[in-house]
């Protein structure tokens, strides 16, 4: 009795956490499809509150380029030193990344910029969009893989609770 009580803790606690495990996945971003200038923005899919922590990687040999394959304009996702862009974000502030950057925008959110490794906090509440940082996509070439990785707050919580629970099962038994 006391084994099928404890199974059946498990089984509901596991059953919980898994409904709420982090958000993760890998998304491909295309340098053209994807630019912020004439693209359209890769949405994710992904839903953040404003203050999320999330972290979303590249593996910085992958690269794009931003004309036509020309051997002087590859960069990762970090962008082409010495090359920016500046627009206006959504509170007037002036927002510059390199070109070639890769750069995030959360809802109606201000742009952050990624590159290869971003760990950080969101700064809006929205999905969370990805872009190719240019002025204009028709030349673009190439495409990226980000590991994007947000742990849902309740995750720790709901991981104490089962162990909680185990613990006094246990105890039980």
């Known amino acids: 009795?006391?084994?099928?009580?404890?199974?059946?803790?498990?089984?509901?606690?596991?059953?919980?956490?898994?409904?709420?495990?982090?958000?993760?996945?890998?998304?491909?971003?295309?340098?053209?499809?994807?630019?912020?200038?004439?693209?359209?923005?890769l949405n994710t899919g992904i839903e953040l509150e404003a203050g999320q922590h999330m972290n979303i990687s590249v593996d910085p040999s992958q690269l794009w380029n931003f004309s036509h394959g020309n051997a002087g304009y590859f960069s990762n996702a970090d962008g082409k030193d010495g090359w920016y862009m500046q627009v206006q974000n959504a509170d007037g502030s002036d927002f510059n990344a390199r070109i070639g950057s890769l750069v995030g925008k959360i809802g109606d959110g201000n742009y952050f910029t990624i590159g290869t490794k971003f760990d950080g906090y969101a700064?809006?509440?929205?999905?969370?969009?990805?872009?190719?940082?240019?002025?204009?996509?028709?030349?673009?070439?190439?495409?990226?893989?980000a590991?994007?990785?947000?742990?849902?707050?309740?995750?720790?919580?709901?991981?104490?609770?089962?162990?909680?629970?185990?613990a006094r099962t246990r105890r039980r038994a």
């Open 1 to 41: 009795m006391q084994v099928q009580k404890f199974l059946r803790t498990i089984t509901f606690f596991a059953a919980f956490a898994a409904a709420s495990l982090a958000q993760a996945g890998v998304v491909t971003i295309h340098s053209s499809a994807n630019s912020i200038g004439g693209g359209t923005a």
């Open 123 to 145: 700064n809006a509440s929205g999905k969370l969009n990805l872009y190719y940082w240019d002025s204009d996509a028709w030349n673009n070439v190439g495409q990226v893989n």
């Open 147 to 166: 590991s994007v990785n947000v742990p849902e707050p309740g995750s720790i919580v709901l991981l104490g609770l089962g162990l909680l629970a185990l």
